[in-house]
């Protein structure tokens, strides 16, 4: 090895560090290709949680379900959309089977609990968060893009 | 041509392309420097239709309507801000005219057709996208930041 | 210093400025580690508000009050939230001297003033921004999650 080798691969070595490092971190938002959907529902309003539903068909349908993560997170009065006490429950069941991600905020199930003295029973395919609005900021964190329909 | 120089002309043609590709991908936020705001209308309350409207004169007014790109996507009953039956439609249609982008959610169009009868129709300068939560979800992936008057 | 170091030398510092630039380029977002999130309060309606502040109540607890920054901004017919008409004014004024910023609407005042004829009383420590809209946009640029309650 001649002398200006050397100093090829002590460059080389100095410069790999902060070349894949900046690779590396400004690759990553390349990995966020999939589209993301964070879906608040806070209000108690059939209306609005029927909109809600329609909202995650329709990306589903444009983007096909392999193509597009949804997470809907229900607080609040809109915590009634994840509990048996929804007509519609099936929908969010069948919605949930499908990859669909349902987060009941568990802030909300403790206050109901307080209140009404009983545990409000969660559809099948529900997962509890705990709080709503804290995993809401978390998912824009990571890239979802938020919709309050 | 020696070893040396070879070896450094190798090392420099791979160093080049995920140099570049990272300078690249780094570098694409730089151009969102243009204020960018989506403005979703999903109600059918003229009072929250009429606020969505002020959002963007406000807008207007503050940053100067040249370092703003504004779109209002409206769907659900939310709709109606955009069709004939709005009252206020040539406030819609004078905003259009200034360059504010008004898109009508396409599934809501079919809906309303397919449960009325007849094909809303559209004020001047109204444009049609095939969803409009996926239209709010790639207009955030963009960049723009979102409201909800 | 013979050719190929010359050559390494110059080709070192062709690389550097745009390796560094890179770099800064993408760790500009690190600096984002703290949570932040902009909560909007555009409703008059009383139980709204109260979902508003108990949404800042949550993500403080969850987080920590010193690793979340929370801005919520009142406009429209939400700007009743942070004056002297809101019952639940102790509450607000007691979150902002724990460090939660309160900003009312600029051109909400304005409109509010001009139609009733008398300007709103604010709460303490609420702070006064031009436009309430416009500074929604600029949190979201600053990467702050956007609730709206």
Known sequence: MNRSIKTLALLSSLIALPLFSATAAAAAPASDVKNKVVIQVSEGDE???????????NLQQALGMDNVEIEVVAYGPGLSLLTK??????????????????????????????????????????????????????????GYAYVRP
């Open 85 to 142: 006490a929804n007509k519609d429950g099936q929908r969010v069941e069948s919605l949930a089977v499908q990859g669909v991600t349902f987060s009941a905020c568990g802030n909300t199930i403790k206050a109901v609990t307080k209140k009404t003295g009983k545990e409000p029973v969660l559809l099948k395919g529900v997962k509890v968060v705990p709080g709503g609005v804290v995993r809401i900021m978390e998912l824009q964190q990571k």
């Open 47 to 57: 209306a609005a949680q029927s909109l809600a539903l329609n909202n995650v068909a």
